[in-house]
Nanobody, 127 residues
Framework: QVQLVESGGGLVQPGGSLTLSCAAS????????MGWFRQAPGKEREGISC????????YYADAVKGRFTISRDNAKNMLYLRMNHLKPEDTGLYYC????????????????????WGQGTQVTVSS
């Protein structure tokens, strides 16, 4: 059974940094593309960054390019998102996702019913 558990969210001031973590279990982590999505209040969930199974390919949404960095540790079954220069518009519930065989752009832009999801961790950027 696929399990994805996010952590690392919290309240941070504008301009600050956070690192989100996703602990994965129940599936061959190194075979899956992984991603981070967020859902802001009143908005649909959007893909912000995705990474291929061996991290050869990455995708970043325009809104986070140059500020966020996705990484993974296949030996530890962990996914990370380093978020720098945070803005109030980065506020939202951040989800970890896993998808077998999905190209990273497709995963981030158009997840399917077979995409697996965590429960989310809240990030609030406010002074």
């Amino acid at each position: 059974q696929v399990q994805l558990v996010e952590s690392g969210g919290g309240l941070v001031q504008p301009g600050g940094s956070l690192t989100l973590s996703c602990a994965a279990s129940g599936f061959p982590f190194g075979s899956y593309a992984m991603g981070w999505f967020r859902q802001a209040p009143g908005k649909e969930r959007e893909g912000i960054s995705c990474v291929s199974n061996f991290a050869y390919s990455t995708y970043y949404a325009d809104a986070v390019k140059g500020r966020f960095t996705i990484s993974r540790d296949n030996a530890k079954n962990m996914l990370y998102l380093r978020m720098n220069h945070l803005k109030p518009e980065d506020t939202g519930l951040y989800y970890c996702a896993a998808d077998l065989g999905a190209p990273v752009t497709r995963l981030c832009q158009n997840p399917t019913p077979t995409t697996n999801w965590g429960q989310g961790t809240q990030v609030t950027v406010s002074s």
